[in-house]
């Protein structure tokens, strides 16, 4: 079932709020009152509403096959979560939730207990309670229903500002956006001080043992000016991405070489030996574990197999959705889930955070603070304008691919230009597994 935007954001705000109220309910239990368990001073807890909504839209295909959208739900639950976690504390500097007590836990942001009932969850509405959300959402008409949501969309809009602003002014950090904060101190300096007195008791209240990390040394602030993509910098996270890209091709050439006896791109643009969902995963798993790279391997191992089976898994989909093509198949391999990620590559992502983290990325970072600072800039820029362009030309010629196997004809000029210079030849050199998926679709369209 496909999901239009306007049915998944009214998604996004149902489960929101049947998040916040499990939160309060699982609270009162323990605390024997009401606590307002959400980040947010509404009844919305938007982790979970964008847990379901990915479910939804990338679960959607193994609906009735209750273990393998189990195992989906679960991944997608933990790595929002995980995700969360990290953000809240990297921005806010708070950590609302902590398993460090709890068995099979990484860095007290998932563990084994939280992830079993985010399958459990997913399971639930992916099968059962979101076809009757569904059914409800298309029965509401069309001008009421546009007009509550937008309704509910400026006081979630409004409610996120102010706390963000509140709990920035409170933690006493990032100048940038404690200009919203002086903002709206401007404006009314005694609404702003009930607001952060407010978001600090509500906050201390549901959370008492929210912690604080320190701020950086000063020493790490001289060095940001001084040296070339320094710490973890868009700049130094920008190269990783490219060195990642250009060797995860090389090394899916190389596999494929050997494994099915044939060299093949295996490249994601149509410029140069690049593939973008390694590229991706190294500078993802590098921002996310960049912080806890000195923890222990098991640690670095699991993150590395959970996240990167996530994110093969949500890249095929988009592929998918976006394109019309399918990239890669797991189909044959044992434990694959939907086709699109396997328990065995799954794996081999958690040895190459592991490698990455702890052999690799100290002597790429080393290496790339080496080159002079503007230097560096000018190549960042015009690497990163080229990447952009390949990027966007390789999106139209994919597409133009898939409508030509749809026997679309090209109707203006930059179409015709994009056919002449991409024929079907060419892409199914760039892209051979997009071939076979095309020559499927050629086949369907004939049965019918």
């Known amino acids: 079932m496909r999901y239009t935007g306007y049915e ?23 605390h024997k009152k009401f606590v307002n368990r959400g980040v947010l001073n509404g009844i919305l807890c938007p982790v979970y509403g964008f847990s379901m909504v990915f479910m939804l839209v990338f679960m959607d295909s193994l609906k009735g096959k209750w273990f393998y959208l189990f195992l989906g739900c679960t991944i997608i639950g933990t790595v ?70 937008i309704v509910s969309l400026v006081i979630l809009a409004a409610d996120t500002v102010t706390t963000t602003a509140a709990l920035l002014k409170i933690k006493n950090q990032n100048p940038a956006f ?39 040394a000063e020493q790490e602030r001289v060095c940001r000016k001084t040296v070339f993509a320094y710490g973890c910098s868009f700049c130094k996270v920008f190269w990783i991405f490219m060195l990642g890209a250009f060797l995860g091709d090389l090394t899916e050439t190389v596999f494929c070489r050997f494994s099915m006896g044939s060299w093949m791109s295996r490249s994601s643009v149509v410029y140069g ?32 197999t959970l996240l990167g089976g996530a994110y093969e ?90 409508e030509r196997a749809c026997g679309i004809t090209a109707d203006n000029g930059v179409e015709i230009w994009i056919d002449e210079r991409f024929s079907d030849e060419r892409m199914e050199r760039i892209y051979p597994s997009a071939k076979i998926r095309r020559q499927q679709k050629k086949q369907k369209q004939k049965q019918m």
């Open 8 to 30: 998944q954001i009214w998604m996004f705000l149902i489960y929101s709020f049947l998040g916040w109220c499990l939160e309060v309910i699982y609270a009162a239990a323990g």
């Open 80 to 149: 929002t979560e995980l995700i969360t976690g990290l953000a809240l504390e990297k921005i806010f500097h708070l950590r609302l939730w902590n398993y460090s007590e709890k068995k099979f836990q990484a860095g007290g942001y998932i563990c084994v207990t939280a992830s079993l009932v985010w399958g459990l969850l997913g399971l639930i509405a992916v099968d059962f309670i979101n076809p009757f959300f569904i059914m409800i959402i298309r029965r509401v008409p069309g001008l009421p229903g546009m007009v509550l949501l």
């Open 178 to 216: 404690l200009e919203i904060a002086e903002g709206f101190t401007q404006a009314s300096k005694s609404l702003e001080g009930f607001i952060v007195r407010l978001v600090h008791r509500r906050v201390n209240r549901a959370y008492p043992s929210l912690k604080q990390q320190e701020e950086e």
């Open 273 to 304: 030996t690049f593939s973008l969902v390694w590229g991706f995963g190294v500078a993802g798993i590098t921002i996310l574990l960049y912080r806890y790279r000195n923890q222990e391997d098991r640690y670095i191992f699991l993150a590395g």
């Open 313 to 402: 898994y949500v890249c095929s989909v988009f592929t998918e959705l976006a394109f019309g093509t399918v990239f890669w198949d797991y189909s044959k391999i044992p434990f694959n889930l939907g086709g699109r990620i396997n328990l065995l590559f799954c794996f081999f992502w958690g040895i190459a955070a592991w490698v990455w983290m702890k052999l690799l990325y100290p002597k790429v970072s080393a290496w790339i603070e080496k080159i002079p600072k503007k230097t560096g800039n000018w190549l960042t820029c015009f690497t990163l304008i080229f990447m952009i362009i390949n990027v966007l030309l390789s999106g139209l010629a994919l597409n133009r691919y898939s």
